[in-house]
């Protein structure tokens, strides 16, 4: 299993640590933290360092109530950061928008994947992701930021999310995006319960029928919160275990905040797997 763009191929045999960082103030997780270019570009030289193969670039916050951010904004917030870290790195870059024009404008300024929590499906989102030749990560998400967790229901979780994803991924091959270069995102925390969330994570394997990349965001949702009653800072072993439990199931792509001790745990199972005789 392997994504690709037309400069270089990231090999997914293993699962890839994905860092997450978002340049914007208002994040559930670091909002505020990292969006200052500086701080940005050290962050990211700290994840590389710690084992990241991807960093993902956020400049709209997509947490529950959400602003919305204008596209002029999120271009300001996201473009000198990924021109700064491709200027000395040759790290996968992702960047994470819904938005076709910011997609564009950072492609060309360095970025080699699209991670788009709507799935493409803003107008001329899929006709841009296409023209762009970058393999493109589709997520579920019931609803929209502002009203995602107003009651989210559904008659079988995982049976919706597999129907979304699979409509998605026919839209994608009829945009001519290649089939091998879609990655697909089940969207912990996006228009889902905890009960919801639990569900996929003990299904998670199913979405391996897809043939396809996976992404498992975990890190640091509130699910851990309702369920033991933590903060934000609290959440790295249940994160941990959250990312273990996709991984064992086949996860390619695991998005996380904390990446050494991600890229540790990814190690540690590694070595259990392999260690046969």
């Known amino acids: 299993m392997k994504i690709s763009n037309q400069n270089k191929t990231l090999d997914l045999t293993s699962?890839?640590?994905?860092?997450?960082?978002?340049?914007?103030?208002?994040?559930?997780?670091?909002?505020?933290?990292?969006?200052?270019i500086d701080a940005a570009l050290e962050q990211a030289r700290a994840m590389i360092r710690d084992g990241a193969t991807i960093i993902d670039i956020g400049g709209e916050s997509t947490r529950p109530g959400a602003a919305h951010v204008?596209?002029?904004q999120?271009?300001?917030?996201?473009?000198?950061?990924?021109?700064?870290?491709?200027?000395?790195?040759?790290?996968?870059?992702?960047?994470?928008?819904?938005?076709?024009?910011?997609?564009?404008k950072a492609v060309a300024a360095g970025a080699d994947l699209i991670n788009d929590v709507r799935a493409l499906t803003v107008k001329g989102a899929l006709d841009v992701a296409a023209q762009t030749g970058v393999?493109?990560?589709?997520?579920?998400?019931?609803?929209?930021?502002?009203?995602?967790?107003?009651?989210?229901?559904?008659?079988?979780?995982?049976?919706?999310v597999a129907n979304f994803l699979n409509e998605r991924i026919a839209q994608c091959l009829k945009a001519?995006?290649?089939?091998?270069?879609?990655?697909?995102?089940?969207?912990?925390?996006?228009?889902?319960?905890?009960?919801?969330?639990?569900?996929l994570i003990n299904q998670f394997n199913r979405l391996l029928d897809f043939e396809l990349p996976v992404l498992a965001g975990l890190s640091r949702k509130s699910m851990f919160d309702h369920l033991l009653g933590l903060k934000v800072d609290e959440r790295l072993a249940s994160s941990l275990t959250?990312?273990?439990?996709?991984?064992?199931?086949?996860?390619?792509?695991?998005?996380?905040?904390?990446?050494?001790?991600?890229?540790?745990?990814?190690?540690?199972?590694?070595?259990?797997?392999?260690?046969?005789?």
């Not at 271009?75 to 870290?85: F, G, N, S, Y």
């Not at 393999?135 to 919706?160: S, T």
């Not at 439990?245 to 998005?255: D, E, K, M, P």
Request: proline share 6%; net charge negative.
């Open 15 to 36: 699962p890839q640590v994905m860092g997450i960082l978002n340049v914007t103030p208002d994040s559930f997780s670091d909002g505020g933290r990292f969006d200052r």
């Open 70 to 72: 204008s596209e002029e």
């Open 74 to 104: 999120e271009l300001d917030r996201v473009i000198p950061i990924i021109e700064a870290i491709r200027a000395e790195s040759e790290v996968w870059i992702s960047i994470d928008t819904s938005k076709p024009q910011v997609m564009k």
């Open 135 to 160: 393999p493109v990560c589709i997520m579920h998400m019931k609803g929209q930021p502002q009203n995602m967790q107003d009651n989210p229901q559904y008659q079988d979780v995982i049976d919706e």
């Open 176 to 199: 001519g995006i290649k089939r091998e270069n879609i990655v697909l995102d089940p969207g912990f925390g996006f228009g889902k319960t905890m009960e919801h969330n639990f569900r």
């Open 242 to 277: 959250g990312a273990l439990l996709c991984a064992q199931q086949g996860a390619h792509i695991l998005r996380v905040h904390d990446v050494k001790e991600t890229a540790d745990m990814l190690k540690i199972m590694k070595t259990v797997v392999n260690a046969t005789n």
